[in-house]
């Protein structure tokens, strides 16, 4: 079974539209992430969510939005979209309780190319 | 806000050399040290954690790191490389009892010759 699964695995479009990534996780976390990395390869963490709390990257453009219908999915979603927006992003997901802290699971990755 | 470096953003190597990538980090509290692998065309892998205890921390496929909190620096070694360990890899950050996700540096793209 797939721990962190995202769709789609490659999503091409044109500037201006607006597109969803969906993030799925089966592992019973409570704590899921966006991340982008860009084409040389850098990743930067864009938002973690709990129940309880959305963490923005404040570098992140408020054209970005993070949906979670329930504690097992982080949907992203992308208004007109621009073409720095090319990039692969990843859903993460871990358990994060109080002080305590573990390792973090990695979807696929979706790659995203704006034309 | 934390940061990591890593120093060497291209490795070249032949089989069975040692290999040794350096990962810096900067932050003035407890934090969790994590090695991911990105093997081409795949998602991150994590190799090996620390977040307590002894320093030395073995993880998969024989890669180990020793955190060194006086260096704030988290270096992954592995004694005798092979060519599919060919890859990306990074260094990454969590503060403790952080929720605000991993900081990575970034990436040291290791390249084995057969």
């Known amino acids: 079974d797939t721990a962190v699964s995202q769709t789609p695995k490659y999503l091409v479009t044109q500037m201006g539209n607006d597109k969803s990534i969906k993030c799925e996780q089966n592992l019973g976390h409570d704590t899921m992430y966006w991340y982008k990395q860009d084409s040389k390869k850098f990743l930067k963490i864009m938002f973690s969510?709990?129940?309880?709390?959305?963490?923005i990257n404040e570098t992140v453009p408020n054209r970005f939005s993070p949906k979670s219908p329930d504690k097992a999915h982080l949907n992203l979603h992308i208004n007109s979209l621009e073409l720095g927006d090319s990039a692969v992003y990843f859903c993460a997901s871990s358990q994060h309780s109080g002080w305590a802290a573990y390792e973090q699971y990695f979807g696929p990755g979706t790659r995203l190319t704006v034309t | 806000a934390q940061s990591v470096s890593q120093h060497n953003h291209h490795v070249i190597l032949s089989e069975a050399a040692s290999l040794e990538l350096g990962c810096n980090y900067s932050?003035?509290?407890?934090?969790?040290l994590f090695w991911y692998v990105q093997y081409p065309g795949q998602h991150l892998q994590l190799l090996l954690k620390y977040f307590s205890g002894d320093p030395l921390v073995k993880g998969i496929k024989g890669f180990e790191a020793e955190f060194i909190k006086s260096k704030f620096s988290f270096n992954l070694r592995k004694p005798s490389v092979q060519w599919s360990d060919t890859a990306e890899y990074f260094c990454?950050?969590?503060?403790?009892?952080?929720?605000?996700?991993?900081?990575f540096g970034k990436g040291t793209h290791l390249i084995i010759q057969p």
């Open positions: 969510y709990n129940n309880k709390e959305l963490i």
């Open positions: 990454a950050v969590l503060p403790g009892g952080g929720a605000d996700g991993l900081t």
């Open positions: 932050y003035g509290g407890t934090v969790n």
